[in-house]
């Protein structure tokens, strides 16, 4: 499958929810969503790996065969199994609703909290993660989430691509006096910025005045990303860590792990 024709079935999955943070609402496993452009309502962060995988080869195997040949971001769903006969404490890590390993045990209780939590506000407990393997020198196929640690629940106005990976803004497209009018006087602010493609490079904007540019090699690895949000009909929102440093201004746009169309 192309991209092309992997967009086609995202601008479906994605159609009610084009603006604004909407996490994937709690219901049946089979309802939730394989692919980035829903945001999580897990922070991304450092890497997690799952166990289990060899067992569930099958349901990778699909899970990938839905994606594109270069792309590997999903978004997957963690779920309580209290009914598991062999450890009661039990999280399941799902993707586009099928089962495909399970939380390290000695670490699941500690998912238990804000999977609750999220669940009692109506919500499901879901994060990044991007698949690894399935190719030649590497048949098998693996999973890494993408969390924070501690866990954190995403804030409402995080971002849709917003995660830990910094991409540098160059310093001769920088508005360096509206920088400082973002600081508001503090040494350093995120704010949410909203990226497009101008020409080769991703330009971003906040509050809808341009901030500046990427330079050209961040604006190869994130133009993917932006593209595909963009023809979904998503707002291609991220955060942005302005900071200021011996008096002289530094600004990142804070991109998700893995946004990029590049073999894992």
């Known amino acids: 499958m192309g991209v092309s024709d992997w967009l086609g079935k995202a601008q479906q999955a994605a159609a009610p929810r084009r603006t604004g943070w909407q996490p994937t609402a709690a219901g049946p496993p089979h309802l939730a969503a394989s692919t980035w452009l829903q945001q999580p309502t897990l922070v991304d962060g450092s890497f997690h790996h799952v166990v289990g995988e060899s067992h569930r080869l099958a349901d990778l195997a699909e899970v990938l065969r839905t994606l594109p040949a270069d792309w590997r971001v999903v978004n997957a769903q963690l779920v309580r199994e209290p009914t598991n006969q062999y450890d009661r404490d039990a999280v399941m890590v799902l993707i586009g609703g099928r089962h495909v390993g399970y939380i390290p045990k000695e670490s699941a209780r500690r998912f238990h909290p804000v999977i609750d939590h999220l669940h009692s506000s109506g919500f499901v407990a879901t994060c990044r993660a991007h698949l690894t393997g399935g190719h030649f020198d590497r048949p098998n196929i693996g999973v890494v989430l993408h969390l924070a ?10 971002g849709l691509l917003t995660g830990g990976t910094p991409r540098r803004i160059a310093a001769k497209s920088l508005d360096v006096e509206y920088a400082h009018r973002l600081l508001a006087g503090d040494a350093r602010r995120i704010v949410v910025g909203r990226t497009s493609i101008k020409g080769h490079l991703v330009a971003i904007e906040v509050a809808g005045a341009r901030l500046g540019q990427l330079t050209p090699g961040e604006s190869a690895k994130s133009a993917p990303v932006v593209a595909l949000a ?4 998503l707002d291609p929102t991220v955060g942005i860590a302005i900071k200021l440093d011996g008096g002289k201004v530094e600004v990142r746009a ?9 073999p894992t």
Do not use: K, N, T
Not at 149 to 158: H, I, T
């Open 254 to 262: 804070m991109f998700a792990h893995g946004h990029a169309l590049e």
């Open 230 to 233: 963009q023809a979904a009909g």
């Open 149 to 158: 640690d501690p866990l954190v629940v995403a804030s409402q106005d995080r």
